[in-house]
């Protein structure tokens, strides 16, 4: 890079500026900002993935294949994803912002094949991505959940899982399919993150109530009218949300945001209504703000910054409830764990997910497992049907890579917490097809 | 200037090359020059302009394969980046699937690059987006649309004498309007190699009057219904289905998978009204002459009739199986006929005129079951004409199962995927029997 490619690059941007300048509608308005002068801010790690020799982790993803293919997997993929990006902010407001973060995948899609029927199922790896180093990889035993198969908190087993993924896909290809209609839906966190960012974490962005997503990710039925009666009740008395761009090993977690705001921690929905968007520095004073809500991002240099999802996460129960429990109470269900397909309408009201594994539940206890399964549901009447959430000890993450927004598109990591949750009543449809 | 004539681009392969001690050796090379611009609420949000310029060097010792990148030239990078292949090759296991590079191959040159394309400025997208945002003011709507162009380049060079070049140039443009109420939505979508092609205003006017028609939604009965969909919906639906991959289908793992063993190879698996295609050389939607494992692309049949005539072998797969390879689609064109979209609606006694398909996602990818929604203009057809716009729906359907009760084909036309934004060349079609399973109150 010379002094000359840097002067070519920012005459291009002033021509660029020049065009459009004709069309502009309404003038920029920026929530204030001071500088923090000379600042850094590290993810803290324990183990530098990158420190780790590749022997290591290809030992580890051998030694994952061969467990599936021992266990009678047809096919294994696994997989080791790590990025650690290094981020330095500069601004006229007197920043100088120096951030090295660090985030951990490791996955693996196990798939089995039954030729005489011509039948192949697959059951994803049951880890999350996070906001950690390679200890994310060293499980001890106060990080699994036992269950009807062992989960995952802080820290992951993948060999561990490969084996009970193995059992599961030969156990998925022999289950029942699924009778269509109304069940008690208890999600697992590895299942319910995906449904909070789809109907909770996305219709709260202020830039998608505003319409500058119409185009391509949608806008929200979260209109701001909503929002200005303070008694709009999104979701049952016991869901409380909250964004939070500071929360350990979460995947959006960083110092300061691509707009060096400082980042904070934000009630979203509180006891069931909604109280707060998702808000940067040109939207702040829209909501009334004095200052941003440091959830600006782009991912990567050449990319522009925009508002993008913040960690939004359900709060656990405040009283002692055990998933165990929560299967007891539960006459006609269906418990689902992992994450799965997933579609959600422009404005977030109708949506519909699968999920890895499903149980079904009858008379409160676990019956088999079934096939064939996804639910169909209203966000509101689905949040509004929330009835029970197991308390803080199965408080979890999950997340993702590649939430996306903006054109030309770009991917935003972020995490999302809950623990067990129960929905009653949720309209469950069945998949299975003939061609 | 990032897009490197063919001279050029051959020169630095060469070099790059020079500096190999690997046992076979490919450097790739590519480039863009592009730019975009995104309005919103009547106004532009954001806009860009981006050069970029990359090298990819493989570098193999007997099965043992690695590949790094830089973008970076001096003599210094480019020694560098190719010894630290070499290095991490040493180090990689031995793909037991590792093919020997091919020797030299006669490519026929695309015809997908236009001049014009490749000289348009941040001034000629503003053009664009202002009479696009015109439009919506004088109908009292707000639009949200995104412009962008790209010119590219891709060229490779291997240690066995091949060398391929391909220069191509691409426009898109989508807009969503939509009334302050935010009880109407219309949408429009176009993507073509020529700019000359993209008419921004006459483009709005449809999504506008989308809008227009789309106020006033009346909620009916989910079920199965005859549907016409417009092109912009079936290429998102179809788009899901273009993966003829003999592999997949001989491991048991793709919806051409035959129960006992085997493939759909010769099998009919979709109404005879079907036949889709892929070449290089379509004027309407040209494609490179050439894929990555250096095998050159041609005109290839992949459903004939409703028939399976072809699936895509890798060089890999091709031996393993005893054929010869076939690379995969270049471009998809799906036959049709010479009716339009109006032709559809007056020939229907029932049904729903779908606009565009939203949030597509497999189901399973064993019978390719996808679920998504219809918005941005959902219309119920009576007897031949559209009586009254209808709210959204979600649907669980499969393309294979759809193009099984094809009733009618329209007249193809070059169209974007809402979510690759890829393009196509795809017919509207009338569909019997498609599953519409809930309702949706989003506009």
Known sequence: ?435 | MAILSKEEAQTILKKVLGFSKADECEVGLSGSEGGNIRYARNGVSTAGDISTLGLAVTSTYGKKSATSTIDQFDDKSLQTVVKRSEELAQLAPENPEYMPLQGPQEFPEGIGYINSTAAITPDTRAEAVLKSIQVCKDANLQAAGFLENTTGFNAVMNSKGLFAYNKDTDVIFSVTTRNAEGTASGYAARGFNDISKLDTLTATKIAASKANGSKGAKAIEPGKYTVILEPVAATYMLENMFRFDARQADEGRSFLSKPGGGTRLGEKLMDEKVTIYSDPFNPELPSATWDREGDKLEKTTWIDKGVVKNLSYSRYWAQKKGVKPLPGPSNIIMEGGTASVEDLIKSTERGILVSRLWYIRMVDPQTLLLTGLTRDGTFYIENGKIMYPVKNFRFNESPVIMLNNVEALGKPERSISVESYRSYLIPPMKIRDFTFSSLSDAV
Not at chain 1, 190 to 207: A, K, N, Q, R, Y
């Open chain 1, 1 to 435: 890079m010379t002094k000359e490619d840097v002067a070519k690059t920012a005459e291009r941007a002033v021509a660029v500026a020049k065009a459009n300048a004709k069309i502009q509608a309404e003038p920029v308005q920026l929530a204030p900002q001071k500088g923090y002068g000379e600042v850094s801010w590290k993810t803290p790690i324990e183990i530098n993935a990158f420190e780790v020799p590749i022997k290591d982790k290809t030992d580890l993803l051998l030694s994952v294949n061969a467990a599936a293919k021992a266990g009678g997997a047809s096919f294994i993929n696994s997989i080791f994803f790590a990025v650690n990006e290094q981020k330095y902010f500069a601004s006229t407001d007197g920043s100088y912002i120096d951030q090295d973060i660090h985030r951990i995948f490791p996955s693996f899609v196990v798939t089995k094949i039954d030729a005489a029927s011509g039948k192949f199922q697959s059951r994803k790896s049951l880890s999350s991505p996070m906001g950690m180093g390679y200890e994310y990889l060293n499980a001890r035993p106060q990080d699994k959940v036992s269950g009807i198969v062992t989960r995952y908190k802080n820290r992951y087993d993948m060999l561990e899982d490969v084996k009970a993924a193995t059992a599961e896909a030969n156990q998925k290809i022999k289950a029942k399919t699924v009778e269509p209609g109304k069940y008690d839906l208890i999600l697992d966190p590895s299942h319910l993150w995906l449904t909070i960012h789809e109907s909770v974490g996305h219709p709260t962005e202020l830039d998608r109530v505003l319409g500058y997503e119409a185009n391509y990710a949608g806008t929200s039925f979260l209109t701001l009218d909503k929002w200005e009666s303070k008694k709009f009740q999104f979701g049952s008395k016991l869901v409380n949300v909250v964004a939070d761009k500071t929360q350990p090993g979460s995947l959006g977690a960083v110092g300061y945001d691509d707009e060096g705001v400082k980042c904070k921690k934000w009630d979203l929905i509180s006891d069931g209504v909604l109280v707060n968007y998702q808000a940067i520095r040109d939207q702040a004073h829209i909501i009334g703000l004095k200052e941003s809500q440091g959830c600006c991002y782009a991912q990567s240099w050449n990319d522009v910054q925009f508002q993008r999802m913040a960690n939004v996460s359900l709060q656990p129960g405040k009283t002692k409830l055990s998933v165990d429990d929560m299967i007891k109470n539960t006459e006609k269900g269906i418990y689902i764990i992992g994450d799965g397909s997933f579609s959600i309408d422009q404005q977030r009201y109708n949506f519909q997910f699968g999920g890895q594994t499903f149980y079904e539940i009858k008379n409160g206890k676990i019956a088999g497992m079934l096939n064939d399964v996804a639910y169909q549901a209203n966000t509101r009447e689905f949040w509004n049907s929330c009835a029970a959430i197991a308390d803080e000890s199965d408080y979890r993450l999950g997340g993702a890579f590649n939430d996306g927004k903006g054109q030309p598109s770009q991917s935003n990591a972020v995490s999302h917490g809950s623990a067990t949750t129960r929905f009653n009543g949720v309209n469950v449809i069945n998949t299975a097809r003939k061609i």
